[in-house]
């Protein structure tokens, strides 16, 4: 059974920024993410890698009727701290019971509040291994370059990670 991702722009960012898109879309899960996702990506190598993957049906894009917009407008007012974006993510993961993949941390801290799975972008890595899909130098390389350009990932469970992949 394939199960359903539902993607947060801070995901799809960091795997474009890191040449790693692609085999996002080899793991075995159906990926999603939605139209207000898409449209908060503004750079233009990285809205060429997207098109790609959409274009070639890797990466579905929801949009939402009148109803399902009130339901993330109603989302976003219960948790300010959260953008229509991640609203948006939420709801398609209780649509469709799916899981979310996403590196920010009150949407991480929201949803798990509501019983949904979340993982971030360690995991993906770890699953892109264990699927066989890059090898651990692969990774150890693509986290190396991803901790220099976002500080915001887990210092210590990266240094885990590339002591691990050494």
């Known amino acids: 059974m394939i199960r359903i991702a539902i993607n947060n722009a801070n995901i799809l960012i960091d795997l474009c920024d890191i040449d790693l898109l692609n085999e996002l879309t080899q793991l075995n899960l159906e990926l999603h993410t939605t139209d207000f996702v898409i449209n908060e ?3 233009v190598e990285q809205i060429n890698q997207l098109n790609k993957i959409i274009a070639d049906n890797k990466l579905i894009i929801n949009s939402f009727n ?9 989302k976003n007012q ?3 701290s959260l953008s229509i974006q991640d609203c948006s993510v939420w709801h398609i993961a209780e649509l469709k019971n ?3 993949l996403t590196g920010d941390n009150v949407l991480r801290k929201t949803v ?5 799975e979340v993982h971030g ?3 993906i890595l770890d699953e892109l291994i264990i699927q066989k899909i890059i090898s651990k130098y692969t990774a150890y390389e693509k986290l190396v370059f991803l901790m220099e350009i976002n ?3 887990p210092k210590k469970a990266c ?5 691990n992949w050494k």
């Open 159 to 163: 240094t885990e990670r590339l002591e």
């Open 98 to 100: 799916a899981m979310i």
């Open 78 to 80: 219960s948790v300010s």
């Open 41 to 43: 990506i503004r750079n």
């Open 121 to 123: 972008i360690l995991w």
């Open 112 to 116: 798990k509040k509501h019983d949904i």
């Open 66 to 74: 009148p109803t399902e917009l009130l339901a993330i407008i109603l």
């Open 151 to 153: 500080p915001r990932l």
